[in-house]
């Protein structure tokens, strides 16, 4: 898996899902598709015990919301890196299915669909798209053509916030105007061509750009996994689109900066970016208030992993509110509709299980690739590396304290990506602090510099300094 979306695929997508277990260094790598990011208490638990009892114990957050579980048995035949490894792991998806994680074995690799995590709750919110995620999710199962996207298309349903919508997704939902729910815009590859959708037709819009993707991507005899792969995407899957679905209308195309929401915010955003998001936004860590007098709180698990019991502790608090938590393309955890009194109860809780409840954390904004043991490739276990460098080099420490902290706070700080090689798999688009793994320590590269270090230690201190220089 190279970094970024590349035109000129040289072979079909194969995303592992919960059917379809990746052969990593580790093992078996499953991904549990979950639309909109939300997942109940009780599928929180379903996942935490199948990876303390099926797998290494692992949970990774994706940067499309979804959860992986690392390290499922494989047959003794299968290779590491095999796109196409046996499932090795049936338990693994009997039990998704049983928890509801698993609705559809012929889509369940497409139902790619992110959403603003506190839409209808947060000031920023301008609509509630939360009944369209499972309209869409439900749409999209039902179209059996829908089944052969790849597993990298994204759908994204924006609140008005634009948080979702900086992440440049396939095609995005996203109001045009506050209060106004006549319509609706469809960004494509995060532009605007103009395509509009009225009430009552924005999931047929959505279904009608995925399903003109796979009819331009088949007259381009392209193999793409993005739209934004495509020659002249935008443009020519729209076109395709409003011919598929006439209800769909043209209107002036709009810039970025037109959707600017009115408190002037970023919304829920998101911790740091991520592969497909726009670099340095700084996202809720924390607790924030609802609209409705309820609060929600915001947890880092750091380097985006959870362990089972940081896992089952998130649904404990979920059950304390409504019942949910909400995982955030930003690899970050909301948990919404906490009685107020119990919002700062949960967060120690949550900060003693090892999870950041402190935005001016230095978590924030550091992501890394699998690192070893999960990959073959890598030249050093980068997870661990930082783990030591930050003080503490235990998966489930507390780590929401003041180590290395930036004397400007999170907000002024650009994401740094650690990658255990030159593939620099999982790196935020955009302007990002490199640290690449060099076998005799680490490479770290920034607005055009390149500087080597020989252990962790000295690295994490050039790249402390670095963000915050930049």
């Known amino acids: ?9 040289s072979g079909p997508d194969a995303c592992p899902g919960a059917l379809q277990v990746h052969a990593a260094a580790d093992g078996g790598l499953a991904r549990v598709r979950i639309p909109g990011g939300a997942v109940t208490a009780g599928q929180l638990r379903a996942v935490a ?5 099926l797998g290494s114990g692992a949970i990774e957050l994706t940067s499309r919301a979804n959860l992986q579980v690392r390290g499922l048995p494989l047959p003794p035949d299968a290779c590491e890196g095999a796109e196409r490894a046996p499932v090795g792991a049936p338990d693994f998806a009997v039990r998704m299915a049983a928890a509801g994680l698993l609705p559809s074995a012929t889509h369940e690799r497409v139902r790619n669909i992110v959403a603003s995590p506190l839409a209808g709750r947060s000031a920023a919110s301008r609509r509630d798209v939360r009944p ?5 999710d439900r749409a999209l199962c039902a179209r059996p053509g829908l089944a052969d996207l790849p597993g990298r298309f994204l759908f994204a349903l924006d609140d008005g916030s634009g948080d979702v919508a900086a992440l440049e997704a396939d095609v995005t939902l996203r109001p045009v105007a506050a ?12 532009a605007d061509p103009g395509l509009r959708a009225p009430s009552g037709a924005e999931t047929a819009g959505l279904l009608a750009v995925a399903e003109a993707f796979l009819a331009e991507r088949a007259a381009q005899g392209s193999r793409a996994w993005r739209l934004r792969e495509l020659a002249d995407g935008p443009a020519r899957v729209a076109a395709r689109a409003v011919r598929l679905e006439p209800r769909l209308r043209w209107s002036p195309g709009l810039p970025p900066d037109a959707y600017g929401d009115e408190t002037g915010t970023v919304g829920a955003a998101s911790a740091y970016s991520d592969e497909t998001g726009a670099a340095g936004v700084v996202g809720m860590v924390g607790v924030v208030g609802q609209r409705d007098g309820r609060m929600a709180l915001g947890v880092l698990p750091p380097l985006g992993r959870l362990t089972p019991a940081q896992a089952e502790a998130l649904a404990e608090a979920a059950a304390g509110g409504a019942g949910e938590v909400r995982v955030t393309p930003w690899r970050t955890v909301v948990v919404p509709d906490l009685p107020p009194a119990n919002a700062g109860r949960w967060r120690t ?3 003693e299980a090892g999870l950041v409840t402190d935005p001016a954390s230095p978590w924030l904004g550091l992501t890394a690739c699998a690192g070893r043991p999960g990959c073959a490739k890598s030249l050093a276990d980068v997870h ?4 030591a460098a930050l003080g503490d080099p235990r998966p489930d420490a507390d780590v929401s304290g003041d180590a290395v902290r930036s004397p400007s706070g999170a907000g002024g700080r650009i994401p740094a990506h ?7 798999c999982g790196r935020p688009r955009g302007r990002v602090v490199d640290v690449v793994a060099t076998g005799h320590g680490y490479r770290v590269e920034a607005g055009g510099g390149s500087r080597a270090f020989p252990d962790a230690e000295q690295t994490s201190a050039a790249v402390a300094a670095t963000r915050e220089g930049l």
């Open 1 to 9: 898996m190279f970094n970024g979306d590349l035109p000129g695929r």
């Open 49 to 53: 015990a199948a990876a303390r009892e």
């Open 132 to 136: 369209l995620v499972a309209e869409l």
């Open 179 to 190: 209060g106004d729910e006549s319509e609706a815009a469809l960004l494509l590859a995060g």
């Open 349 to 351: 809780r949550l900060a």
């Open 384 to 387: 661990a590396d930082i783990r």
């Open 418 to 424: 650690w990658a255990g090689c030159e593939r620099r």
